[in-house]
């Protein structure tokens, strides 16, 4: 034990791990605690909203709607302020708030209730995760694969090609959502404009041939919009690294002993793509924030779409669910290409990330 105690110390990877597990965790509480305040800055009451939608009128808290209805509608006002806690002091809110994160029980939904938020949360998180998940691998082979030949073969198609994936890169991703909408949704009526499948037709997700291409045909414009993005960014980054290890000097030495030009480029490609694997959380964890919108634009029924619904109608519970699950991602998405970088990185072993 002694010795296992001292190798640690000795491990220059162990601060700096330690660094970084108490970095995610500061940024953990100071997040979540700006989660809980934002949402109560806003100035009604999720009460009222609810309130509105039972009378058909605007209402604050402390006043009635209509004379004759006045004492129903406080009456109901009340059970509702107490029912979800929020006549609590903040601090007991705050508290609670924090119990609730640890043991992932949010309570109901003020917008769906009495809906758990857990439920709404169940349903709408696969529905994301489904257009992130394939975004990531397919974009890291072909922009790779795009990025690679550019750098290599430098041709007008390949510079065409680079110069496509640069614009790719660089666009918004929600004007890609606007755009994929208004052309292939709206004027040629090739896909559907929202949602993740025909409502009118199937009451709910079911395992059939028509329903998951119905499906299909509602994801496709989303996972396009994603998908661009993701592209252009690998091979940006690939063309970079590639050009880097092409004038590098082990590969004008293997010109010299002869080898051949799709052997060098098999050299090349191997170092230039390390790097980029290291990029595969980041990229995972931005296109969480992506995504979100991305949803809100085409009425996916995912965590963004979701977590929209929850601030138009000032749902606590849902809104803290919502932006603590995705920040929970981000975060550990972050720790994950930290560690990925410090296990490559060579001056780590040397001591050198323990001094800085």
């Not at 009378?55 to 402390?62: K, V």
């Not at 006549?87 to 007991?92: D, I, R």
């Not at 030949?149 to 041709?155: N, P, T």
């Not at 090349?268 to 919108?293: D, G, M, V, Y």
Request: charged letters at 15%.
């Amino acid at each position: 034990m002694t010795r296992l105690i001292e190798k640690l110390r000795n491990n220059p990877f162990v601060p700096f791990l330690t660094k970084k597990v108490l970095f995610m965790l500061l940024a953990i509480f100071v997040v979540m605690s700006l989660i809980f305040i934002i949402p109560r800055l806003m100035p009604r009451s999720p009460v009222d909203l609810m309130i509105d939608q039972v009378t058909g009128s605007q209402t604050t808290l402390g006043s009635g709607s209509a004379p004759s209805g006045q004492g129903a509608v406080q009456a109901l006002k009340e059970v509702y302020i107490e029912k979800f806690g929020i006549n609590k002091p903040l601090t007991t809110q705050y508290v609670d708030f924090w119990e609730r994160f640890f043991t992932m029980d949010f309570g109901v939904s003020y917008w769906q209730y009495p809906t758990p938020v857990s439920g709404l949360i169940a349903y709408s998180l696969p529905w994301t995760m489904a257009l992130i998940i394939p975004v990531v691998p397919l974009g890291f082979v072909v922009g790779n694969w795009i990025g690679s030949r550019s750098a290599y073969y430098r041709g007008r198609l390949d510079n065409l090609l680079y110069y496509f994936s640069m614009y790719l890169f660089r666009a918004p991703y929600y004007w890609f959502a606007l755009v994929f909408l208004l052309v292939f949704g709206y004027y040629l009526g090739a896909f559907p404009l929202s949602g993740a499948y025909s409502p009118l037709t199937y009451e709910r997700p079911i395992m059939s041939f028509d329903w998951f291409v119905d499906a299909l045909q509602h994801f496709a414009l989303p996972f396009l919009s994603l998908v661009g993005i993701g592209v252009g960014g690998w091979a940006v980054g690939m063309r970079a690294m590639t050009v880097y290890e092409m004038e590098s000097d082990y590969i004008t030495y293997s010109k010299q002993l002869g080898f051949s030009k799709d052997k060098l480029r098999q050299y090349a490609e191997r170092n230039a793509i390390l790097p980029n694997f290291t990029w595969i959380p980041i990229t995972f964890k931005t296109l969480i924030s992506q995504t979100l919108l991305v949803e809100v634009v085409f009425g996916y029924p995912g965590l963004g779409y979701l977590a929209y619904h929850g601030v138009m109608a000032q749902d606590y519970p849902l809104i803290q669910a919502c932006f603590a699950i995705s920040i929970l991602i981000v975060l550990i998405g972050n720790f994950i290409a930290d560690l990925m970088y410090g296990k490559l990185d060579p001056r780590i072993g040397s001591g050198y990330v323990s001094k800085g």
